[in-house]
Structure formats: structure tokens, C-alpha cells
């Protein structure tokens, strides 16, 4: 039978532990200058040979004679499907002479049981110390990786169907990717320039040396700094956005009037994404907008740009915009397009109405352009954010600081990154401004306030609108017996991302950890396997109204933390928290957190971080409990937004 060569995905599964040095020492009849490597896929595999000290292919092929039947590589059987199945494997006989120690083991191959150096005599790497071959690296990694946790935050790899350890081994770490929460690929590497330059295994370089050596398997700097490490120049954002727009095929203007039709009664929205993709506040108010406009006939329009935008655009860029009608995407439209295909289809009567939920992705003066093309220039435009105001539209200097919006000639914006872009981005909401007849629309009078004080752009008129209201319901009925037998339930709402928050609360399910008085949840569609909480799956921007208000009924959370870095404008999470009985726990900075709180008395605002963390050591946050407090229930009762003051006009 004829032997096949080694496939390329067999060929890399090798790579990940193959000890080149060992293979190269032990077998000295290679013909000179040979690459060890190459020799065993070609030939040393079906002589067999040894590819690793730890694994004797002659014994790993006696235990199971179908596989040198079939001819199958053993090395790659065992990393791939062997070891997973509790096959055992047996030392080379040729790792005692390579090690030429006494104290080696001749017994069943253990992943845990192999995780020293060879002694002094290695080759050593350019780096002082002894040289860490490649199925030590496995090995070592094998015995720590986190494959759980490496699943969740790779979904892309899981997908693949490769395996989770031999990825991370072959490009796993090379991408930044973590083997487990508590180490950090990236720290490691920049703190350790000498085990950058020596190319072995971050991780498996910490296990095996650097971890007797003191070095850190991650900095202690908290997770502001990971979110300033990982920024991009705005200047770089932008061209990522070019070149992503630049690659997306358009279509014609015949294709887009055949989809709009002959439109009557028309609403026209603008944000900066799929608001059926995508899952978020904005993203929720564009569907109740639409279903409150759908009630009384209107067909629905919705233009956002196809691909990712952070920004307003500049007529310069490539800016291909998704065209949505009542829900149905008919495709990627050049804006020039747009125009021209929403003149056809709107030219007979009916009534028109717009709203622009985002500029973000949007050229202001095509968006007047097309919005003239159906004959209105007379709307309103929602403050869900603060894009008016800065480019960073959450007003964070760096992503991590609440800034309050200084003047842009600021010494402040000097040193942030959205500093060079913020005049050009607040010039672009300026021409919107000029150019059409605006309401804005603030979802609480805070957001509304604030924005009035930093800003002056000129808007027809100005109102509040909540995105909704707590409606009184009765008591919660929970036995205060029971309650005051359980521990004090504390729960998160939502995305895990620093934006909102979720570092603090992870840090503080660490230190609360074993602790008896506690319970942390986790409510929301993704978890963090980093974090020692319950996770409970809670879906979002689905015709799941209530669901996380039921999920927080459910599990009678005592509190929930709505801890953001930003001055949020609303707030859906805790709204949903209060109206299903759990106390608010938030910041002074949180925006329209704090006010509400504030006003309602449905929590508490805490002076800072610390204050949240000592409130939780002390035990003085249970007077939250619900056992401690009367606990009121409430409907939420969500407004139609632009739908419902078209009404009111």
C-alpha cells in the first residue's frame, strides 16, 4: 500500500509539540544539514521514531495494530483524538540518555506529571536559561489551559472545529489570545522583552521558568489600563472604516425603486447600524419606533451604513448605506442612489416624518440631500448618546474617564484620543443643524440639561421623552422569613464590557468569593467564563419585552449594579431592575442612573469604587436586602418615541 504525505493540518498538529532537539541528538544517523522536522514527516513517522522524549510511537502503535494497518501517523492520532480518549503513551527509550538524569519516570504518560526543564546541560535560548522545546511547551500548557474559558471568548475557534489547545499553540498566543483569565499574552510579552525575542510560548515560558522567577502572569493595573492598551488612533479607525466601506458592492437605482415601490405614508429613520442585527438600547427604540408607526399605516425606511463606522463621515469616503424597508433589508445603496430611488418612490402624496437615531456613518449633507429628496427637512433628533458633542460619543477621555465635554481647544482633548477628530465631527452636526429643522429629543431631562450646557447647536425646539415609565404594580410577595435565610443576591444586567461597568463587578465577585453573605448573577446573552458568578442567559432586542425584568422577578435579585464609566442618557437596565423589585447600585458619574436613583430612592449612589467596594466588605450594603426593605413591583410601560410625538403633534 502506498503511503500518502502528511496533510497540512496533520503537518501542524505535529508542529505544536515536535522537540526538534531531541529528534536531532537522539537520531545521529540524519543526513547532514537535515531539517529534523521535515525528515519525520517524510520519513522518520513510518520507521517510527521518536518525535518527543515523552512519547514512543513503537509502543503508542503495539497498543493499537489497526493503526499502523491503516498506516496512520501516530503523534498526530494521539494530540488530536488519543489523548482525549484516556489513551496511554510511554517515553522514548531514548529520553533517558537525552535527559541523563536517574530520576526519570518509565510509567503511563501523564500531561501533569511532565513539567520540569531538563537540567543545565540543554541548549539554552538567547535568553539566559535552559532552552524550553516544543512538546515541553505543550506539555506545560496542556497542564493549566483553560479550555473552557478559551472557548467563550473564541467562539471563532470552537466554530472551526480545531482543536482549542492546539490553537492556542500554534497561533493562538501569536494572535494576544489568553489560555486562561489570569494570564495575559500581551502583558507578557511587553514586560519580558527577552522571552519576546526568544519565540517560545509566553505561557509555557511563565509555567516552566518565569513563574520561579517572579514574573508577573499579568499586570496589577486594572482594567483601565487594558482599554487604554488596546486603543486606536481615531485617524486609524477611520481608515479601517474606508477600507471596509471601499469593498462593498452596490447596487443600482433601478434595483432600489423596484424594492421601495410607490411609498404613501412614510417614516424615515437613520442610525448607525442593523437595528435587526444588532442587540442595544438604540437598536430596541428603532423597533418600537417602527412598530408604533406600522399601527396606524406607515411604511418604514431605515438607512444606516453598511459597514462600521465610529464616526460621522466626510464626503470624501466611501459610504455605501443599508437600506431597510418595514423591516425587510433590500441591500447596499450608494447614497447618491438613495436619493435618487426615494424621489421616484415618494413623489405621490401621503404624509412624511423622519428621525435621526445616529449621524454616526452618515454624511450630513447627503442626509439632508436625501431627506429633501421626499420632501421634508422638518424632524427630530434623539440624544441616545452624546455623538453631537465629540466623536467619543460616550464622552470618555481614552474610553475610560468621564472628560464632561471641555471646549475642543482644550488641553483635555489634547491628550485624548478622539482630540484630533472632535472639531470636524462637531462641524459635521452643525451643518445637519443649519440645514433642517430639528426637535431633539432627550430621554430624561439630565441628559437634556447637559447637553443644553455644553452645546449650542441650533434646534427648532428641545423635549423629554422617557423611553419609559414605572408604573406601580403592588408589593412583591416574598415571604420576609424566607429572605432573611438567604444570602444578599447582587446581579448584573446585560453585555459584560467595561463601558458598562462589568470589571468592577467582576472584581468584585473575586473579593466576595466563598464569602457566605453573598450571591453574584450574571443576567445577559454572552458570559464571562473569567468570573466566579451564576450566568443565566437572558435575551435581548428580541420581542422579549420583558424578559429581563422577569429574569430579575425570578431569581429576586436583592440589587443589581449599574455601575457605567459614562454618563449614560437612560438606561433600560435599571429601569428594569427597579420594576422587577431590586435596588439600583450605581456611581455619582452614571448620568441618568443616579437620577433616577436619586429621584425614586430605589437604590443608592455611592461616592466612587471604593465606596463600593467597602459597603460590600463592611456588610452595610445589606441593608439593601429585600428582607430589610418594603419591595414594590412595577410595570414598565415604553414609549413609542418618534411615533408618539408625531401623535402629540
Known amino acids: 500500500m502506498a503511503v500518502r504525505p502528511l496533510d497540512d493540518e496533520v503537518q501542524r498538529v505535529i508542529a505544536t509539540a515536535f522537540d526538534p532537539d531531541f529528534y536531532s541528538t537522539v537520531y545521529d544517523d540524519l543526513p547532514l544539514g537535515a531539517n529534523p522536522f521535515r525528515h519525520y514527516l517524510d520519513h522518520g513517522w513510518r520507521e517510527p521514531r521518536d518525535p518527543a522524549p515523552w512519547f514512543s510511537s513503537q509502543l503508542y502503535l503495539a497498543d493499537d495494530p489497526e493503526l499502523e494497518r491503516r498506516q496512520v501517523e501516530p503523534f498526530s492520532h494521539f494530540l488530536t483524538v488519543g489523548r482525549y480518549e484516556g489513551r496511554e503513551v510511554r517515553p522514548s527509550r531514548h529520553a533517558v540518555a537525552y535527559f541523563s538524569v536517574v530520576d526519570w519516570r518509565p510509567e503511563p504518560f501523564r500531561?501533569?506529571?511532565?513539567?520540569?526543564?531538563?537540567?543545565?546541560?540543554?541548549?539554552?535560548?538567547?535568553?539566559?536559561?535552559?532552552?524550553?522545546?516544543?512538546?515541553?511547551?505543550?506539555?506545560?500548557?496542556?497542564a493549566r489551559f483553560d479550555a473552557t474559558f478559551y472557548d467563550a471568548v473564541n467562539p471563532d475557534v470552537g466554530a472551526s472545529g480545531m482543536d482549542l489547545l492546539a490553537h492556542f499553540l500554534i497561533t493562538g498566543w501569536l494572535e494576544g489570545r489568553d489560555p486562561t483569565p489570569w494570564f495575559s499574552v500581551r502583558h507578557y510579552l511587553e514586560t519580558n522583552p527577552d522571552v519576546a525575542e526568544s519565540g517560545v510560548n509566553p505561557f509555557a515560558h511563565y509555567l516552566i521558568i518565569g513563574r520561579d522567577q517572579g514574573r508577573k502572569p499579568r499586570h496589577e493595573m486594572g482594567f483601565r489600563y487594558d482599554v487604554i492598551a488596546g486603543l486606536k488612533p481615531a485617524e486609524q479607525r477611520i481608515a479601517e472604516a474606508q477600507a471596509a466601506a471601499a469593498g462593498i458592492a452596490v447596487g443600482a437605482v433601478a434595483e432600489l425603486a423596484e424594492g421601495l415601490g410607490t411609498l404613501g405614508y412614510l417614516h424615515v429613520t437613520f442610525s448607525h447600524d442593523d437595528y435587526l442585527a444588532h442587540a442595544g438600547g438604540v437598536q430596541l427604540c428603532v423597533r418600537r419606533e417602527a412598530a408604533r408607526f406600522a399601527e396606524r399605516g406607515a411604511r418604514h425606511l431605515h438607512l444606516h451604513p453598511q459597514g462600521p463606522w465610529q464616526m460621522v463621515r466626510t464626503a470624501a469616503d466611501p459610504g455605501p448605506l443599508g437600506v431597510m424597508l418595514d423591516g425587510e433589508r433590500l441591500g447596499a445603496f450608494a447614497p447618491a442612489t438613495v436619493r435618487e430611488a426615494l424621489a421616484g418612490a415618494a413623489a405621490g402624496p401621503g404624509r412624511r416624518t423622519f428621525a435621526i437615531h445616529s449621524l454616526l456613518g452618515h454624511e450630513p449633507d447627503e442626509t439632508v440631500e436625501i431627506l429633501a429628496a421626499a420632501g421634508m427637512t422638518q424632524g427630530f433628533f434623539w440624544l441616545h448618546d452624546f455623538a453631537s458633542l465629540c466623536a467619543g460619543f460616550h464622552l470618555l477621555r481614552n474610553d475610560v474617564a468621564d472628560c464632561a465635554a471641555p471646549p475642543p481647544a482644550s488641553a483635555a482633548c489634547a491628550v485624548c484620543?478622539?482630540?484630533?477628530?472632535?472639531?470636524?465631527?462637531?462641524?459635521?452636526?452643525?451643518?445637519?443643524?443649519?440645514?433642517?429643522s430639528l426637535t431633539v429629543v432627550a430621554p430624561a431631562q439630565t441628559t437634556l440639561d447637559f447637553w443644553r450646557s455644553h452645546g449650542d447647536l441650533p434646534a427648532r425646539r428641545a423635549v423629554v421623552l422617557p423611553h419609559a415609565q414605572l408604573t406601580p404594580r403592588g408589593p412583591a410577595r416574598t415571604s420576609p422569613r424566607r429572605l432573611a435565610h438567604r444570602r444578599f443576591r447582587l446581579g448584573f444586567l446585560g453585555v459584560p464590557t467595561p463601558l458598562k461597568g462589568w470589571p468592577l463587578f467582576r472584581e468584585l465577585a473575586e473579593r466576595l468569593a466563598g464569602d457566605p453573605r453573598y450571591e453574584l448573577h450574571h443576567l445577559g446573552v454572552r458570559r464571562d467564563p473569567a468570573a466566579p458568578v451564576a450566568f443565566h442567559a437572558v435575551g435581548a432586542n428580541t420581542g422579549e419585552a420583558r424578559a429581563m425584568q422577569e429574569a430579575v422577578e425570578g431569581l429576586e435579585l436583592d440589587a443589581a449594579l449599574i455601575w457605567p464609566l459614562c454618563r449614560e442618557t437612560f438606561s433600560f437596565t435599571a429601569y428594569e431592575a427597579a420594576a422587577a423589585g431590586a435596588a439600583v447600585i450605581t456611581g455619582p458619574d452614571s448620568g441618568n442612573v443616579a437620577a433616577f436613583v436619586t429621584a425614586t430612592g430605589l437604590g443608592r449612589v455611592l461616592a466612587d469604587e471604593a465606596a463600593l467596594m467597602e459597603a460590600f466588605a463592611s456588610g452595610e450594603i445589606l441593608a439593601l436586602a429585600r428582607s430589610r426593605r418594603d419591595v414594590a413591583l412595577y410595570d414598565l410601560n415604553y414609549s413609542g418615541l418618534s411615533g408618539e410625538l408625531t401623535d402629540a403633534a
Open 111 to 142: 500531561f501533569e506529571a511532565f513539567g520540569t526543564l531538563p537540567p543545565q546541560g540543554a541548549v539554552r535560548t538567547a535568553a539566559e536559561g535552559p532552552r524550553i522545546s516544543k512538546a515541553q511547551e505543550r506539555v506545560a500548557v496542556a
Open 417 to 436: 484620543v478622539y482630540g484630533p477628530v472632535r472639531a470636524r465631527h462637531m462641524n459635521a452636526h452643525r451643518r445637519l443643524f443649519e440645514q433642517l
